[in-house]
């Protein structure tokens, strides 16, 4: 079984950027596609960004373009580079397997003037 512990979120101007991190525990993170998450206020959890054991990546519509995932499968970690941030960005940012299974306590990102 997987252990994930996010870190890296902040409060943050429109236009800026983080990098949150995901370090995961368990031997075999590698074989596993990973996801970051996030939830809103009053809103679902959903789905931001995706990638494979393999790397690929893909991206929901809302974030592609501003968003990067990576992967760094020596230090069992998973990456998340949001730029240009917007307001509607404001979210508590998970990371699980994909799909997911036990969610941990996720990261606030909080984006505002």
């Known amino acids: 079984q997987v252990q994930l512990v996010e870190s890296g979120g902040a409060l943050v101007q429109p236009g800026g950027s983080l990098r949150l991190s995901c370090a995961a525990s368990?031997?075999?993170?590698?074989?596993?596609?990973m996801g970051w998450y996030r939830q809103a206020p009053g809103k679902q959890r959903e789905l931001v960004a995706v990638?494979?054991?393999?790397?690929?990546?893909n991206y929901a519509d809302s974030v592609k373009g501003r968003f990067t995932i990576s992967r760094d499968n020596a230090k069992n970690t998973v990456y998340l580079q949001m730029n240009y941030l917007k307001p509607e960005d404001t979210a508590v940012y998970y990371c699980?397997?994909?799909?997911?299974?036990?969610w941990g306590q996720g990261t606030q990102v909080t984006v505002s003037s």
């Open positions: 368990g031997s075999i993170f590698s074989r596993y596609a």
């Open positions: 699980n397997r994909f799909p997911p299974s036990d």
């Open positions: 990638i494979t054991s393999g790397s690929s990546t």
